[in-house]
């Protein structure tokens, strides 16, 4: 599949102007808020608050006070926010119910799953950095909820992504898909791992293959394949395909239970159960599978 007309993975969508510029100023920020269509996404004890519909619709409360508020951005002239409010504290109505984002993210339109994503991910920011980590003291939002600030020794503190690399290994046309110890028999998916310091995308993708399979991955194997935001807590996941160098296997028991090498033919018939179309992996094995229909 051409990367061209690849259409975003879910919880990400290329439509949403964040605003950077404003939402340090906030005259500029309060004249933005008094002169648009502003909707609030509310994020509730780590959950997200949809409509009882199927599909479930994003629910969007009245929120008196922006002063809480953390901009996500804005997209066809409606401007969000998040909002963190207490799920005990508020009446969320017999047509709307808390659902974890794993759940209904792809039910939802691509907009309305990145909203989710970026508000996650804030919430999750704010609720482990409420000290500062180099005196102690409490640290303030400032910045829309893009920034936390120590006024005890002057340090800022900005959200933080830890980047990961996700890869789909081939080998003479079979996929190497692999089982963590945690996950439950029958399924399995791509390798990944997160990205160490002082390291290049291709060099970690080179080294979780390495340690995790005991495959070399061939020079020059290496290509990207797309990203996704994953706020499951901070991550963006940074996917690659890349060639062994070979298909013999030494798996490193802490991190693998058992890994297979599986042709497209054994896959589509359901050889071993494969990621929900929620991740980026789900994605990987789709677009390699596509790839050997497109062959003649």
């Known amino acids: 599949m051409s990367a061209a007309i690849r259409p975003p993975n879910p919880l990400s969508t290329a439509g949403l102007d964040r605003l950077g510029l404003i939402r340090k100023h906030p005259d500029r920020l309060a004249e933005h808020f008094a002169s648009t269509d502003v909707r609030a996404v509310p994020i509730c004890g780590g959950k997200v608050c949809v409509s009882t519909d199927h599909p479930p619709q994003l629910i969007h409360p009245d929120v008196d006070e922006l002063d809480d508020a953390w901009l996500l951005g804005a997209c066809d002239g409606v401007t969000y ?23 209904v993210a792809t039910m939802l339109p691509p907009l309305e799953g990145n909203l989710l994503a970026m508000a996650t991910g804030l919430a999750i920011w704010h ?22 600030r120590c006024d005890s020794c002057g340090r800022e503190h900005y959200p933080r992504t830890d980047p990961a690399i996700i890869v789909l290994v081939t080998h003479e046309d079979r996929a190497l898909l692999a089982r963590n110890p945690m996950w439950p028999r ?45 706020p499951f807590p901070a991550s963006v996941m940074l996917g690659f395909t890349a060639a062994g160098a070979s298909d013999e296997l030494d798996c490193d028991p802490e991190e693998i239970a058992d890994a297979c090498w599986y042709t497209r033919e054994e896959l589509a018939n359901g050889a071993i159960g494969l990621p929900p179309a929620l991740s980026i992996s789900r994605r990987l094995i789709d677009d390699w599978l596509a790839e050997g229909e497109e062959t003649p």
């Open 186 to 230: 029958g399924f399995a998916s791509v390798l990944a791992g997160f990205v160490e310091p002082g390291e290049s995308l291709e060099d970690a993708v080179a080294r979780e293959v390495k340690e995790e399979v005991g495959v070399d991955v061939a020079p020059g194997g290496v290509a990207y394949h797309s990203s996704q935001p994953w």
């Open 127 to 148: 609720d482990t950095h409420r000290f500062c980590g180099k005196c102690g003291a409490e640290t303030a939002v400032d910045w829309a909820g893009h920034r936390r």
């Open 81 to 103: 926010v998040a909002v963190d409010i207490d799920p005990a504290a508020n009446d969320l109505g017999p047509d709307a119910r808390l659902a974890g984002l794993r759940e």
